[in-house]
Each structure stands twice: as structure tokens, then as C-alpha cells.
Nanobody, 118 residues
Framework: QVQLVESGGGLVQPGGSLTLTCAPS????????MGWYRQAPGKQRELVAI???????NYAGSVKGRFTISRDFATNTVYLQMSSLKPEDTAVYYC????????????WGNGTLVTVSS
């Protein structure tokens, strides 16, 4: 079974930077969107950033200008560069992928914890 494997989470001070990485454990064909969601304690999971197979990106308003999503289309590895981190960015970050097939197939990672604290 194909899994999305995340890495790069950890503890960082406010104002610091962190980069998350996500790659599929095996090749997934015809991936359309890849991206990142996050879930803070006691809150619903929310979209952070997404990148399509054409390279178009979309960001949550709360991270725009601070986070950058990028993607290696050869390996379908997706990155999330996070800077100027705030305590409210503390959450479990989940990698996401959706295929172009119909019906589309969705894949999720197990999540990586990012804690922003002094």
C-alpha cells in the first residue's frame, strides 16, 4: 500500500524556519494536487498550501508570504518551507496527494508535529 512519508517536523522558536518534506513510499501515477494540511489541538484540519500538476499554488491566508510550497515533479516530492513561524503555527502537518483519475484517489501521510515555542 502506498503511503506518503513526511519528515522535517520538530521544535522551533518563534521567528524561526523549518522545512517539511513529503514523498510517496512508491510511485503514484497521475498525481494532480499535492499539498499540506494541518491540525492544531482542538481545531479542525485546515488547508495550508497546495500545488497542482501544472505548478499552480494556493495558500491559506494565515501563511501567505511566510510559507512556500514546492514540488519535484520527477519524484512527486513536495516541500513546505516555513519561515517567520508563530506559536499559532503549532500543529500536526499532514501531506496530501490526489490523483487525476476518476474517481480521484486521495492519499494522506501520518503527520509530522511542528511546535513553535520559546
Amino acid at each position: 500500500q502506498v503511503q506518503l512519508v513526511e519528515s522535517g517536523g520538530g521544535l522551533v522558536q518563534p521567528g524561526g524556519s523549518l522545512t517539511l518534506t513529503c514523498a510517496p513510499s512508491r510511485t503514484i501515477f497521475n498525481i494532480n494536487d499535492m499539498g499540506w494540511y494541518r491540525q492544531a489541538p482542538g481545531k479542525q484540519r485546515e488547508l495550508v498550501a497546495i500545488i497542482t500538476h501544472l505548478g499552480s499554488t494556493n495558500y491559506a491566508g494565515s501563511v501567505k508570504g511566510r510559507f512556500t510550497i514546492s514540488r519535484d515533479f520527477a519524484t512527486n516530492t513536495v516541500y513546505l518551507q516555513m519561515s517567520s513561524l508563530k506559536p499559532e503555527d503549532t500543529a500536526v502537518y499532514y501531506c496530501y496527494a490526489k490523483t487525476r483519475s476518476w474517481p480521484p484517489v486521495e492519499y494522506w501521510g501520518n503527520g509530522t508535529l511542528v511546535t513553535v515555542s520559546s
